[in-house]
């Protein structure tokens, strides 16, 4: 008995049966009027220009925190990508060892989810811009590294060996060779880490480190529901915008997609790229001057709680077991969730034409609404705890995954599901035989990376309680217990490295078996 | 079915399809008795894949109706999949759902009658397996293909496992639309004598062709000429002037 590759994609959605049975317990009374009034206030955002105004600000804040981190991670990533490629060290000096050794300690920084990052900073020099940009370039340059210089490995270096062979000198070679070859895939991935740097920034956001994503967790707290609406509309028209520019980009310059399934030819228009990528610099000037982000302010450093002798007795005490369970019960959960739901709504909605359009806006939605506020939002009705913390998780990568699932069903070929319907299977099996099947494997490939993402992300739903790692991290941040952050981020590090390792052989069994 | 014997299988009245991106049907009439094998004649952009869109209900046409076994499109949602289910389409790129085993492919024409736990469970177990391994039989192939995903096998087979397929959806109206083309005159002669072979009364066949000289096996041609029916008759009566007519003077057989 082996699941064929269409319901291999449904098998996720099975979570919701234990989850059925756990909910209906962790919903206490009250609360309900208020999630009415703030589904109503979705059709009645408030049009005050004042309330308006100070969304914009803080929009702008936002989007440009967005920009300016993720420009810093390209930045770091390529000359981090250049530092950890075996390609680049065999040519400049006959080892591959220092490639090796740097990516290694490239994967603590990688590990640790920019939420922590913008904490950790936030302690140490105190609130300004420049944190956010700052925790958001250094997570994700170092993600950038990783891919930058697996692309790199992966490229032919026989046009390289023969210029080298011809007498060009090592730098010059490495470009020529390998930089014309590499900028597709670097712009593809670029584009996609922006797309996550502008989720990122609402989030910090919300965690106070400024713009938009303040200003939605303080309506939501003072339940001010129209005004957080105004801001969740703008800021989506935003993100839309955005992705649809990407998109676009990718179109023309033919690059690949995140998640491909047929090969076109790749990279077109290099000039252009080139010159796009150019007109970034003075744009980041611009932006960071607006911002008032101060490079210099990020040295002085405030005085730290002492270090010297902490209580590392109580840190070995906290319940390491509970805390490691709690967080991978609701990594598994918010994965299976969002992965499984995603291909079994499409499935729910197949036979009506328009609901598409509206799972469409609901996944935007998403996507775009920071995890710890859907998370606030459903404590108004049910207990804080795993299942909570995994709903408000599952939810966001819902989006994102059901983005990617929908995109990829548009973009594949029709003929086998028009059959089937054709000879009377009706819409909905026809969609399960004729189009899951083929997208199955990459799907579930993509899934296997995404719960390892949404692992790291754990932390930032950890505001609900009782979640394992993630809460405790929070509670030792506010209490100024080191210690305790320093053994916490350390055993997060270690449970991401492993996710990461675990989901990579997942992702190539996938693919090899397409 | 209310249907008698005498009922057509196919009949399409005064039907009309405005060209939108695809190329216009005119006032045609058509009509396929129980055992008839038709073949479709006629120049690229004649008509032909657009008539055999509204003949297996891709296509709604702008005036005119079309009537299958007797009956108009059914209205509700389960009766028109039935409907469907009794128009068999054997795709020029066969369709055949690459990632399932051949088992699977040939169950997957019954889903129309079978709904969603036996659909499920098809992809899971091996369901009907006798009925299966009848209709390779069928076919002339080995059981045992049944295990094998779709990828491992080989042209002619994917040929006649598509047949398979056809035939296991139990369809009263056969359709295929240039199926010869781009095929090996050896594939080509065996899957002719295959659909021709099946299309015994109840069952009609309608098929489009680029080759006048194949005519044999078939009962009546149905000539199109920019939308409208040219001539409807037996396959004797179709001559060298008549092809002429027909393919606006470039040679019969010709590619297309």
């Not at chain 1, 919903?27 to 308006?52: N, Q």
């Not at chain 1, 490639?99 to 900073?121: C, F, V």
């Not at chain 1, 969740?232 to 915008?241: E, G, I, P």
């Not at chain 1, 509970?322 to 709504?345: F, H, K, M, Q, S």
Request: glycine share 10%; hydrophobic share 55%.
């Amino acid at each position: 008995m082996k699941p064929a590759p269409p319901l291999l994609m449904l098998l996720p959605a099975l979570v919701l049966v234990p989850l059925a049975v756990l909910l209906p317990p962790l919903v206490h009374g009250g609360g309900w009027e208020l999630i009415g009034s703030f589904a109503l206030a979705a059709v009645t955002p408030s049009l005050d220009p004042v309330v308006l105004a100070s969304l914009l600000k803080g929009l702008g804040v936002t989007v440009g925190m967005a920009l300016l981190g993720w420009a810093g991670s390209l930045v770091l990533g390529l000359l981090l990508g250049a530092c950890s490629s075996r390609t680049v060290w065999r040519t400049l000096t006959g080892s591959a060892l220092p490639a090796e050794l740097i990516r290694r300690l490239l994967a603590l920084p990688r590990a640790i989810h920019e939420l922590i990052w913008g904490l950790l900073l936030l302690q140490l020099v105190g609130l300004q811009p420049a944190v956010a940009v700052l925790a958001i370039a250094l997570p994700f340059g170092a993600l950038v590294a990783r891919v930058l210089s697996d692309l790199l490995d992966a490229l032919p270096t026989t046009g390289l060996e023969a210029l080298r062979a011809a007498g060009a000198p090592a730098p010059a070679a490495l470009l020529t060779a390998l930089g014309p070859a590499l900028l597709p895939g670097v712009l593809s991935y670029g584009g996609y880490r922006l797309e996550c740097a502008l989720r990122s920034a609402t989030l910090l956001g919300v965690f106070g480190l400024g713009g938009l994503g303040t200003d939605l967790k303080l309506t939501l707290q003072s339940l001010e529901f129209h005004e957080l609406w105004s801001g969740l509309w703008l800021l989506l028209a935003v993100m839309l915008a955005l992705e649809a520019g990407i998109s676009l980009l990718r179109r023309r310059w033919l690059v690949p997609g995140r998640f491909v399934l047929a090969r076109r030819g790749v990279g077109e228009r290099s000039r252009e790229m080139l010159l796009a990528l150019a007109a970034l610099v003075p744009l980041c000037v611009l932006v960071g001057r607006a911002l008032g982000v101060d490079p210099a302010a990020l040295l002085n450093w405030q005085p730290l709680p002492g270090l010297g002798g902490g209580d590392w007795a109580a840190t070995w005490a906290l319940p390491w077991p509970r805390l490691v369970g709690g967080t991978l019960l609701l990594t598994a959960l918010a994965a299976c969730l969002a992965v499984g739901l995603a291909p079994l709504l499409l499935l729910v909605v197949a036979p009506v034409g328009w609901a598409r359009q509206g799972l469409r806006l609901l996944w935007a939605l998403g996507r775009l609404w920071p995890p710890p506020l859907t998370a606030l939002l459903l404590l108004f009705v049910l207990q804080p705890g795993v299942i909570t913390a995994a709903l408000a998780l599952g939810f966001h990568n819902l989006g994102v995954l059901g983005r990617l699932l929908l995109e990829s069903v548009d973009a594949t070929d029709p003929a086998a599901e028009e059959a089937m319907a054709c000879g009377g299977s009706g819409p909905r099996l026809a969609l399960l035989y004729g189009r899951f099947s083929a997208l199955a494997r990459p799907y579930l490939a993509y899934g296997a990376y995404r719960a390892d993402v949404i692992l790291r992300e754990s932390v930032v739903v950890g505001l609900v309680g009782a979640t394992g790692l993630g809460s405790q991290l929070l509670e030792s941040l506010s209490s100024f217990a080191w210690d305790q952050l320093l053994a916490l981020v350390a055993v997060y590090a270690l449970l991401t490295l492993a996710g990461e390792d675990l989901s990579d052989r997942a992702r190539h069994r996938w693919l090899r078996a397409a | 079915m209310a249907a008698g014997p005498a009922t057509a299988v196919l009949a399409l009245r005064g039907v009309r399809v405005a060209g939108r991106g695809r190329p216009r049907l005119e006032d045609v009439d058509l009509s396929l008795a129980p055992g008839e094998r038709v073949a479709l004649l006629g120049a690229s952009g004649a008509g032909k894949s657009t008539l055999l869109a509204v003949a297996n209900g891709l296509l709604a046409p702008a005036a005119g109706t079309v009537l299958w076994e007797g009956q108009p499109p059914a209205r509700s949602r389960r009766g028109r999949r039935l409907q469907q289910a009794r128009i068999g389409t054997l795709w020029q790129d066969l369709r055949l759902i690459e990632e399932l085993t051949v088992q699977q492919n040939l169950n997957a024409a019954r889903l129309a009658r079978w709904g969603w736990p036996r659909a499920v469970l098809n992809l899971l177990l091996p369901l009907d397996t006798e009925a299966c391994a009848a209709a390779l039989r069928a076919m002339d192939l080995d059981p045992a293909l049944l295990e094998q995903p779709v990828t491992a096998l080989s042209g002619g087979q994917r040929q006649r496992v598509a047949m398979a397929r056809l035939l296991r959806q139990e369809p009263t109206l056969l359709l295929a639309d240039e199926p010869l083309a781009s095929l090996d005159p050896r594939l080509a002669g065996e899957l002719l004598a295959l659909l021709l072979a099946q299309a015994a009364a109840p069952r009609a066949l309608l098929l489009s062709l680029h080759r006048p000289d194949l005519l044999d096996g078939f009962d009546r041609a149905v000539g199109l000429k920019d939308g409208r029916v040219l001539f409807d008759g037996p396959v004797g009566q179709v001559n060298p002037d008549l092809l002429a007519d027909l393919y606006g003077g470039t040679p019969p057989g010709a590619a297309p």
